[in-house]
Structures are given as structure tokens and as C-alpha cells.
């Protein structure tokens, strides 16, 4: 679909066709905060902003926290580039803690700033930085968190108000100049990142990591692997020796499992929104450090393992955790082909539900690679962030299956005769539910949204 057509479509409000979603829209949400509130059709039309950066609906206003290249209020150099994953957790006295992602490779223009105690290699240029708001959202603090590291681009909360952020590379030491390995999670703690440095969580994998979602019940921890070309990626879950043992206790290992769903070798075969799969089962990945082999090429036995391309968003919802296939394409070795799916696991009963199917068999086709990252809003149903071609947005879901636009990024990237504009990332909201933070990718820039969200 041209950007023209979605554009028109998208005025008259024919985007509430576009999504294709389980008969029973409220198992998404149930047990949830946002399943206490009643969905609605969204906030009404985008307003252009003067200032050329951020539409909204009307009653909504923004605040530009941090952007790429200012200098960090702690004095340790620039804002880094990149900005994507991102986590907001509360903090005393009414303040939050916003930890950022910085999906810097070997090439990036501003890389994270190595601070000593808390660089793993001095060669990386990924990691997070860290700003802390007062009760009012004004920036008390802006600092590195982690560095050293390479190409961060999601991961997630902990129950213990800590950030696990994800390296997305299997780059091995020597390999654009870096002096380690990379492809783990490293957990970040944004009050003190001091607490946590920067120590690898080893066993819990080496491979593409994209995000993560952990069971506040017993403390496993479920993990996406981003891999856009074939074999595709694994979704797995870690059984730590230390369950919710707080800040640190991860580093005490645990085993690494990859899901295999009976029947299901690649995850784009499924078309029919709620279909569910039932004895979902667990294989152990005999090699975690990929030493010789990557982690989805090695040997799960005769019955195989289930694949899926380009895994991404995932979050805990409920009993049940949810994770983001952005898109399958036939035409680069999937079963079928989709824009997004959205499914649920349900760890108590093992069962698998595709909960959410974003095109190509819908009136409308979210374009490019979406949806990308997710999280809950507190009106009820879901935030998005679009990650594709053309013009970007944050698509709000609501419970009852209409998808409509929130936000759109008017900071252009290109040429005057071809722009583009740069993804959204790290979509999230305060823990009273009357902020959402969201970064723009590039320029890195990160805002706070203010308005009528429980309207």
C-alpha cells in the first residue's frame, strides 16, 4: 500500500479494519491494569505540530526529555545515538526512573560514553543511559547506565524494578574490533547503575536478543530472538537457579530452554486469529555460549524446534506472557506471509493463542515491519510502535480490536525529494498511568506525552 493511500485511509478512520483479532479481544488484557478500563476508538485526529516533531491528537502535549548529541547532565559526554527499548520505573518520592537502550553498532556517530565500572568492552558503542524525572516530569538527572556493549535494542522490566537490556548480535571478539563477545543481557539498574555494572548474564544465552518478559510469579524469564533471515529465531524461557532473587541474583545462572510447538515448525503457517496449541514443550539449548555453533542452529533433536522470523516485542500480561512477530515474508523462507502477529503463552496450562494478526488477508495492511515494540495503556488495550516504511507511528489497539493513530513522527531523515523518518521505540508509561515516554530512533530523541488518557 502506498504511504498516499495508508495516509487517506487512516483519515477516514477505515484504520479500524485493519487488525484481525481472537474472538474473546478481552483474553489480551485480562488481569491486567488496562483490563479494568473500558476500550474506546481512539483520541481523534492527528494535529500537525508547529515545531515539526511530534503529532498528537487534540489535548495532547509533549515534552522533549533528551535528544542525540546534547550534553548528558552527568558530564560524561553526549546523549548517544539510537534510542529504542526503554523501561519507566518508579522511583522515591514520586519520581521515575526512564533506563534507554542505544542500539549503537561498530559504525555509530555517538557512541555510549565508557565510564570506568561500568564498560564491559571499551570497543562497543551500545548500552543505556538513565534520566531521572521529579513528580512534575522535569529531568533531575541524565547519565550512562551501561556501555560498552553492542547494538542494545530491547529487553525488559524485572519484578525488582531493574532493566535487562539486550545485545541483538552474535559478533564474536575480533569481529569489528571488539575486544569480547557479544550477543547478552546485561541487568541495569537505573537509581544506581553502580549496583549492577556491567557483568554479561551468560547462561542466559548468546544469539540475536531482542526482548524479554518475566513471570513476577516464580521469576522465569521468557526471551525473543530477532532473526530476519533464515534459520529464524527462537522464542525460549529461563529457569534461574536464583528465582526472584532481586538485583543480581540472575548472575547465579540457571537453564536455557527453546519452545517447540507439536505441528508447528514455523510460527507464519498459523492465519486464524485465537487458534490455540495445546502441550506447548521446553527443550534445553545444549550450548548457551553458542561456542561453536549458534544457539537456534544446534541440535534439538528429531522432533525439531519452532521458528519464527524477525521475534520481537515482549512483555507479561495477566498469567500469561505475550511476544511480537513483526513480520514473515515467503518470498525469504516463511511458511506464509503477515505483517504481525501478536501471541500468548500461558505457562499454567501450556498453551500457545495467536491473540492478534496485523495483514496482508485485512482491508488495511499496517505496513513495513509492524508492529514492532508493545506495551499496555491504561485506557485499555495497547500502544505500538511502527518500525517500516513510509511515515511512523505509535498505533494505539483497543480491546475491541480498532487500531488507531496516536502519534506520528514528523522529524524527516533523507533527502527533501526522498524523505524517510525514523522508527519509534521503547514505547512506555509512567507507573501512574499519566505519561507515555517514547523514543523516536533516529534523530535519537525521546519524548513525554501528556492528555486525556483514561478519557
Known sequence: MSVSRRQALARTGALGVGIAFTGAVSELFAGTAAAQHVGHTGYGPLVPD?????????GFRYKVLSREGDPLRSGEGKVPSHHDGMAALPGRGGRVHLVRNHENRATARLGVPTVDGLTYDPAGKGGCTALTLDARGDVLSERVAVAGTAVNCSGGPTPWGTWLTCEETEDRAGTNGYAKDHGFIFEVDPADPRRTGAVPLTAMGRFQHEAVAVDPRNGIVYETEDAFVQPFGLFYRFLPHKPLGGTGALRAGGRLQAMRVPGVPDLSAVREPGARFDGVEWVDVPDPLAKETSVRLQDYGRKGITRAQKLEGCYWGGRSVYFVSSYARSEE??????????????PDR?????VVVFGPDTDVQLPGESPDNICLAPSGGLMVCEDGNGAQHVFGVTRKGEVYEMARNRQAIGTEEDPEWGEFAGVAFSPDGRTMYVNCYTPGTTFAVTGPWRR
Not at 50 to 58: A, I
Open 333 to 346: 523462507g516463511s511458511a506464509a506471509d503477515h505483517f504481525g502477529q501478536i501471541w500468548r503463552y500461558t
Open 350 to 354: 501450556r498453551h500457545l493463542t495467536l
Open 50 to 58: 508547529p515545531n515539526g516533531l511530534l503529532d498528537l491528537p487534540e
